[in-house]
């Protein structure tokens, strides 16, 4: 049995659907963002898994790029969290609501 691009694309949404549910169930932001990078791997196996079927490069840069542009999310989105985690004691995405203005 070969495997493929199906497959792939499968498990991209899988992925993607357990990504998704876990930003719309989650209240804790350390959660939902983990599960934001999830939906942005399954992207990234999306790409590649086209860029193979097709034989070109480009599928993979684009997946470099997903990447380098989710590393610096979680680094700023954790950054944020932190702070607001040491004056608040809390994660929870509802209390940060009361920020506002």
């Not at 991209?12 to 998704?20: K, N, Q, R, T």
């Not at 549910?21 to 989650?26: P, S």
């Not at 097709?54 to 979680?74: D, N, R, S, T, Y």
Request: glycine share 6%; hydrophobic share 65%.
């Amino acid at each position: 049995m070969t495997v493929t691009i199906g497959w792939y694309m499968s498990l991209a949404a899988v992925l993607f659907a357990i990504g998704a549910a876990g930003v719309l169930t989650r209240r804790n932001a350390l959660v939902m963002f983990m599960s934001v990078e999830l939906m942005l791997n399954s992207v990234n196996l999306t790409f590649i898994a086209a860029a193979k079927e097709l034989g070109l490069v480009e599928g993979q840069v684009a997946a470099l790029f997903v990447m380098v542009v989710a590393a610096a999310e979680v680094t700023i989105g954790l950054a944020i969290l932190v702070a607001v985690f040491r004056r608040r004691a809390s994660a929870n995405v509802d209390e940060l609501s009361e920020l506002k203005g």
